[in-house]
């Protein structure tokens, strides 16, 4: 098993920066990539971005593209969301995820970060 938490999550105003961590444990051998997504309520959770516990560069939607950075520290077994010029609709639950193989589904969650940006 893979137990997941969130912290960095808060409340800034438009154009500002937050930094979103994760941290890993458990089995955190069997992680092939992880991910964040996030969530508004009444509305589908949605995809932010992607990397490979290995690493190498992350994918991303494209409404956070140049805007967003996710990284990894696979030693402390971490990973980071950092959010810059945030916007009014990036206000939303940030959930990290992780999966097992590469067409693998998520199958370990966090508690999710409450961001909100204020405009």
């Known amino acids: 098993q893979v137990r997941l938490v969130e912290s960095g999550g808060g409340l800034v105003q438009a154009g500002g920066s937050l930094r979103l961590s994760c941290a890993a444990s458990?089995?955190?051998?069997?992680?092939?990539?992880m991910g964040w997504f996030r969530q508004v309520p009444g509305k589908e959770r949605e995809f932010v971005a992607v990397?490979?516990?290995?690493?190498?560069?992350?994918y991303y939607d494209d409404s956070v593209k140049g805007r967003f950075t996710i990284s990894r520290d696979a030693v402390q077994r971490m990973i980071y969301l950092q959010m810059n010029s945030l916007k009014p609709e990036d206000t939303a639950v940030y959930f990290c995820?992780?999966?097992?193989?590469?067409?693998?589904?998520?199958?370990?969650w966090g508690q999710g970060t409450q961001v909100t940006v204020s405009s």
């Open positions: 990397i490979n516990w290995s690493g190498g560069s992350g």
């Open positions: 995820a992780a999966r097992r193989g590469t067409n693998a589904a998520y199958g370990y």
């Open positions: 458990g089995s955190t051998f069997s992680i092939y990539a």
